[in-house]
């Protein structure tokens, strides 16, 4: 009965039509590294995966969260190789040390599709790749901040997300790009926050006593910003408009209300919900299809009412309604 279905599967396919079955007539196998539980952008990473990625179309997803330990990653994909799935899916903690588990994912002929964040290894070891531009996000956050201090002078302080990562690197340099323009900037310090709000409060906390004098605050993403509100919080120091300016990355639900709220003063967006372009990534492949590279989520960035901007989007209401996430 199994080699029937099989066949009518591979006949189905190969007239083109799809069918999220593998050549056993089986669900699709879907291995998914995930990062960790870092982040409320992570959390609604893993659970738009959860969502799309059902036994009803066709998938069995296994998604394993590595809580940020890169040797686990390595080891969960070798697993995956070793039970032979259909699709391997990894969102890297950090951009480096994969050159040799790719290489052994490709001897075995599965095909791996790298998502959200991005790695140190050439394009020809894995199938396509799926994500946000990290640089251009870093890149907005930077030209808002010119936008808006309109030649100040800012002393500026960093906190940065996990070091290592795309996400980080990407956001920095494309940050520090346009700071090179803004003489009258003063990058004071720029530490690792590990994307957490724990990370953000302790840095933050760090900053406060080393550095009485300060304008401007970036955190690499928004729980990182909610820790370091809550260290100024503690210190009595204020921020918002016509205070101490935060920047933040992902505008996820709270943090675009934190920026409706005018705590945030610009958060940019890095789209967390991927999970249905892989899976058109995934069903192009199973219909024989070739498919890009890599594939881009487009994202935007957002300010607080009150300020005009050519840059980002000011935050209403109506904007925060029609948010997915
Ligand atoms: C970015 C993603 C980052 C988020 C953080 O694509 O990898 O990791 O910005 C998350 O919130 O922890």
Known sequence: ?????????????????????????????????????????????????????TKEAGFDLELIDCDNDHALQLSKVREFVQKDFDYIVIDPIQTAGWDDVLKEVQDAGIPCIIADRSVDASPDLYTTAVGTDMTAEGET?????????????????????????????????????????????EILASQDGDFTQNGGQAV?????????????VVCHNDNEAYGAMDAMDAAGIKYGVGEKIIISFDATNEGLK????????????????????????????????TVEKFTLVPDEGFCAPGIESAIVTTMTDEVLAGRKY
Request: glycine share 8%.
């Open 141 to 185: 956050a930077g030209k808002w901040l010119e936008e808006y201090l309109a030649g100040k002078e800012a002393k500026i302080l960093v906190i940065e997300g996990s070091t290592g990562s795309s996400a980080a690197i990407g956001r920095a340099e494309g940050f520090n790009k346009v700071a090179a323009n803004h003489p009258e900037w």
């Open 258 to 289: 934190r920026t409706l709220d005018g705590q945030i003063l610009c958060d940019v967006e890095c789209n967390p919900i991927q999970a249905v372009i892989v899976m058109n990534v995934i069903k192009a492949l199973q219909a024989g299809e």
């Open 204 to 216: 933050m906390e760090d900053f406060i006593k080393r550095f009485p004098e300060f304008d401007v």
């Open 1 to 53: 009965m199994k080699k029937i279905l099989a066949l009518v599967c591979a006949l189905v396919m190969a007239c083109g039509l799809f069918v999220t079955a593998n050549a056993e007539g089986d669900l699709l196998k879907i291995g998914y590294v995930q990062v960790g539980h870092e982040s409320d952008w992570r959390m609604a990473n893993t659970q738009n995966y959860f969502d799309v990625f």
